[in-house]
């Protein structure tokens, strides 16, 4: 569904993307992970069109989507620290997205009602909690019945039912036929969530694997014991 062709994103000197090329098909779940400025996010923002690739390509269904835009609306994103205007209460930023996006009919509530974000559409953004504000996120992410779904660090910050219930909704979605991409740190949440493990290291693919076979090969029976015996056999 999702091609990545040959991408390079360099910011000054540094080469944040190494030539990497993958592809994501749909009705999966796919962890990338990897080290703290490995390039997980810069990834995901290329995909996005947020940030623009130095060379490479991104093709969506076949077709690049590089200075596109429309195809932006089958996706739906989950930033890992969401920005909102402070005093906009949290009805009037729901409002607002779905007023830009009148041309989805059939919403997806299920997340506002899981969470209870009725209860404080009166509360002003600035006023909310980080991961009273990251529900928010999450609602609006899967709102509009997006083909797929970029989910950075979604779980960070929630607690431990809002996390079960976003790990919920993922499987669900993933069900439907939906591409869903998350990165992540926590190696219980990949393990329980997703199919497969894309691991960026210094802006190149270490790996992209299934979880089984990640585990088959290394004989261990939890991914993050597996993943550090590929790290450390490797170095
Ligand atoms: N706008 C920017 N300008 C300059 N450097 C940037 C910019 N955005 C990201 N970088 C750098 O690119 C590298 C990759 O960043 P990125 O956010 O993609 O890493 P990450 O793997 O998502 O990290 P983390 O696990 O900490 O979220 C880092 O060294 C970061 O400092």
Do not use: W
């Amino acid at each position: 569904m999702i091609a990545i062709e040959n991408l390079c994103k360099s910011y000054g000197k540094l080469q944040v993307l190494k030539n990497i090329s993958v592809r994501f098909e749909a009705g999966k779940v796919i962890s990338i992970i990897g080290p703290n400025g490995a390039g997980k996010t810069t990834v995901s923002k290329c995909i996005l069109g947020m940030v623009l690739p130095d060379s490479g390509d991104i093709k969506m269904k076949g077709e690049s989507v590089l200075n596109k835009y429309a195809y932006r609306s089958q996706i739906g994103y989950m930033p890992q620290i969401g920005r909102y205007p402070e005093n906009m209460k949290v009805r009037q930023v729901i409002g607002m997205v779905r007023d830009i996006r009148k041309d989805v009919s059939a919403v997806d509530e299920e997340l506002i009602g899981l969470y209870r974000l009725e209860d404080i559409y009166d509360k002003r953004m600035g006023a909310l909690s980080g991961g009273t504000k990251q529900k928010v996120s999450a609602a609006l992410a899967f709102m509009f019945n997006p083909r797929v779904l970029i989910l950075d660090e979604p779980t960070a910050g929630l607690d431990p039912i809002s996390a079960e219930i976003l790990k919920c909704k993922i499987l669900k979605e993933r069900k439907k036929g939906k591409l869903i991409l998350i990165t992540s740190h926590i190696m219980s949440e990949v393990e329980e969530v997703a199919d497969e493990v894309m691991c960026l290291v210094d802006g190149s693919v270490k790996f992209y694997e299934t979880i089984a076979s990640l585990k088959k090969q290394t004989n261990e029976e939890r991914l993050s014991k597996a993943i550090a015996k590929i790290m450390n056999e490797e170095d």
